[in-house]
């Protein structure tokens, strides 16, 4: 009888630690600390003048990540029209992970550190840092087929062309989220930009008109502020122009060639629809995205959208939109079907 029960308290005992260590103590603080330094290097070493392309890269990854099935969950289905030119990002991350992080961390929670450094990078210089990862949570699950996403039921997403109302409902029905809280998120388009050659625009979003850090080692692409607002905040004369005779893309009034017949150097800021939708509401009557109304036509005047006024504050303060960015993002990068736990922050001592 007591070997018996010595026996049971000795297998409990085996199944509580197997439990903990199998999950707890997967990601040590060593192998975090490499994995954040290797990111970093990676970040670094691709660099396209004063852009390093991929902090907006991984950004977007993550976004496309944490939609659809399981969530934020490593996997990537390359065949989507939408993910076009995510593989360029994954390309480069995987062989990375592959090497020297499988089996000590899940590919999502790598791929959800990589854009959290990224994040960090592009703060550096400036006035208010993005600190993300300084609350960093791991434990995320993989797709069983990661980093391959092999579904093809329902997707949710949204191309860009669409309605206020269409943009809207995507991110409360696939996130919860609601429209401030859309509006937020929206924000990271402050980094890089479209590539005619992946969903069909051409041209980023911010220039170095309201870039908070003038002048500095980072192009206004690869900086996190809140330039993105002041873009549709304080110019207010956009117009739509169609590019590749197909797609409708928002440019300056005073800069009415679409960017797709100028060449690189001369391209100008773009919004799409999806932008415009945080100030004005946009009904278009075509796939495309072609709409009837203009932010200054005297005859038909878009009307402010319901997200105009959290826009406007997040363009007037700089430290609220990152603050509130950041919760969001993180919010979003925590999405999983695991709970997910604190990481390792110091070194464990035996
Ligand atoms: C309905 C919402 C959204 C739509 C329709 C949308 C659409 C797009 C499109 C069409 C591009 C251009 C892709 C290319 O040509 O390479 C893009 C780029 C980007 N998106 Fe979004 N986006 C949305 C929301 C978001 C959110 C919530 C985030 C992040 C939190 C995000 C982050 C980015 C970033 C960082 C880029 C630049 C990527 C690069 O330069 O490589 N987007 N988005």
Same mark, same amino acid.
Request: hydrophobic content about 35%.
């Given at each position: 009888?007591?070997?018996?029960?010595?026996?049971?308290?000795?297998?409990?005992?085996?199944?509580?630690?197997?439990?903990?260590?199998?999950?707890?103590?997967?990601?040590?603080?060593?192998?975090?600390?490499?994995?954040?330094?290797?990111?970093?290097?990676?970040?670094?070493?691709?660099?396209?003048?004063?852009?390093?392309?991929?902090?907006?890269?991984?950004?977007?990854?993550?976004?496309?990540?944490?939609?659809?099935?399981?969530?934020?969950?490593?996997?990537?289905?390359?065949?989507?029209?939408?993910?076009?030119?995510?593989?360029?990002?994954?390309?480069?991350?995987?062989?990375?992970?592959?090497?020297?992080?499988?089996?000590?961390?899940?590919?999502?929670?790598?791929?959800?550190?990589?854009?959290?450094?990224?994040?960090?990078?592009?703060?550096?210089?400036?006035?208010?840092?993005?600190?993300?990862?300084?609350?960093?949570?791991?434990?995320?699950?993989?797709?069983?087929?990661?980093?391959?996403?092999?579904?093809?039921?329902?997707?949710?997403?949204?191309?860009?062309?669409?309605?206020?109302?269409?943009?809207?409902?995507?991110?409360?029905?696939?996130?919860?989220?609601?429209?401030?809280?859309?509006?937020?998120?929206?924000?990271?388009?402050?980094?890089?930009?479209?590539?005619?050659? !992946? /969903?069909?625009?051409?041209? &980023? =979003?911010?220039?170095?008109?309201?870039?908070?850090?003038?002048?500095? +080692?980072?192009? %206004? *692409?690869?900086?996190?502020?809140?330039?993105?607002?002041?873009?549709?905040?304080?110019?207010?004369?956009?117009?739509?122009?169609?590019?590749?005779?197909?797609?409708?893309?928002?440019?300056?009034?005073?800069?009415?060639?679409?960017?797709?017949?100028?060449?690189?150097?001369?391209?100008?800021?773009?919004?799409? !629809? /999806?932008?415009?939708?945080? &100030? =004005?509401?946009?009904?278009?009557?075509?796939?495309?995205?072609?709409? +009837?109304?203009? %932010? *200054?036509?005297?005859?038909?005047?878009?009307?402010?959208?319901?997200?105009?006024?959290?826009?406007?504050?997040?363009?007037?303060?700089?430290?609220?939109?990152?603050?509130?960015?950041?919760?969001?993002?993180?919010?979003?990068?925590?999405?999983?079907?695991?709970?997910?736990?604190?990481?390792?922050?110091?070194?464990?001592?035996?």
């Amino acid at each position: 009888m007591v070997r018996l029960t010595t026996l049971l308290k000795v297998c409990i005992a085996i199944v509580c630690f197997k439990q903990s260590f199998g999950r707890k103590d997967l990601l040590t603080f060593d192998t975090l600390e490499k994995a954040k330094a290797s990111i970093l290097t990676l970040i670094e070493s691709v660099k396209n003048n004063k852009d390093l392309p991929m902090i907006a890269g991984t950004v977007r990854l993550l976004f496309h990540d944490c939609m659809g099935q399981g969530k934020c969950d490593g996997c990537i289905n390359h065949s989507r029209p939408l993910n076009a030119g995510l593989k360029k990002v994954t390309d480069r991350l995987d062989p990375l992970y592959d090497t020297s992080f499988k089996g000590k961390m899940s590919r999502a929670d790598f791929y959800a550190l990589a854009a959290s450094v990224a994040l960090t990078r592009s703060t550096v210089e400036a006035p208010v840092k993005y600190n993300g990862l300084n609350h960093f949570k791991v434990g995320r699950k993989d797709c069983a087929t990661s980093p391959i996403e092999d579904d093809s039921g329902p997707y949710r997403f949204i191309k860009g062309t669409e309605s206020t109302q269409d943009t809207f409902k995507f991110f409360k029905e696939e996130f919860g989220f609601n429209t401030r809280e859309a509006v937020t998120l929206l924000g990271a388009h402050t980094l890089g930009g479209c590539h005619l050659e !992946n /969903v069909g625009f051409v041209g &980023s =979003w911010v220039d170095e008109r309201f870039s908070t850090v003038p002048n500095g +080692s980072l192009a %206004p *692409t690869s900086v996190l502020d809140n330039a993105y607002y002041r873009m549709f905040i304080d110019i207010v004369p956009w117009l739509q122009v169609t590019i590749n005779d197909k797609n409708k893309q928002w440019q300056e009034i005073t800069h009415t060639t679409p960017n797709d017949k100028l060449p690189k150097p001369n391209r100008v800021p773009i919004l799409l !629809n /999806v932008d415009m939708a945080n &100030s =004005w509401i946009i009904k278009p009557t075509d796939d495309n995205g072609s709409v +009837s109304c203009t %932010p *200054t036509s005297s005859k038909t005047r878009c009307q402010h959208s319901t997200a105009h006024k959290y826009a406007k504050q997040y363009a007037r303060d700089n430290a609220l939109w990152v603050r509130e960015f950041t919760k969001m993002f993180t919010r979003m990068i925590n999405m999983n079907e695991n709970k997910l736990y604190n990481a390792p922050k110091h070194k464990k001592h035996y």
